[in-house]
């Protein structure tokens, strides 16, 4: 079910058969540095990971992480969207694209129509993001959305701080 379209992209919900896309994203070196090694090491944890995150929270909040592919063809690039964490007072966004797709500016262009979408459709007086300090691309790409730093989090169970960023409805 495609939820966004961008100039270039197709945002839609992900299912089942998107596991393999999963399993390889997941475990991308870039991936496990910067938002964590999840675990992931079959198409079975990549199935469990899918149930569990997307599209249980498809079902409970009407959102959640999307899969990224290129527009007019059947190709998985990345994923973006909106996930509702217990130790968060908002919503945040999320987005992680395979390296081969860096630098073509298909973050940014998922990552804004994933903002207008909280904005427009869901009606988010606010949206945060969470990031590693050492992931300077991606505080460039939530600065020019237009968040803005706001201190530290901690998420229960981990071992390590993140940087908070906030935007507020303009």
Known sequence: MVVLETERLQLRRFTLDDAAFILRLLNDPGFVRY????????????????????????????????????????????????????????????YAFLPEYAGMGYALEAASAVMAHARGVLDAPRVLAIVD???????????????????????????RDVRLFVADSE
């Open 133 to 159: 300090e050492d992931n300077a691309s991606s505080i460039r790409l939530l600065e020019k959305l237009g968040f803005q730093g706001n201190g530290v989090v901690r998420a229960p169970g981990s071992e």
């Open 35 to 94: 938002i964590g090694d999840k675990g992931v090491r079959d198409l079975d944890a990549a199935r469990g990971y899918l149930q569990a995150g997307p599209m249980a929270s498809y079902e409970r909040h009407g959102f959640g992480l999307w899969c990224v592919g290129l527009r007019g063809e059947d190709t998985a690039i990345g994923m973006a969207g909106l996930i509702r964490r217990d130790y968060l007072d908002d919503m945040d966004i999320g």
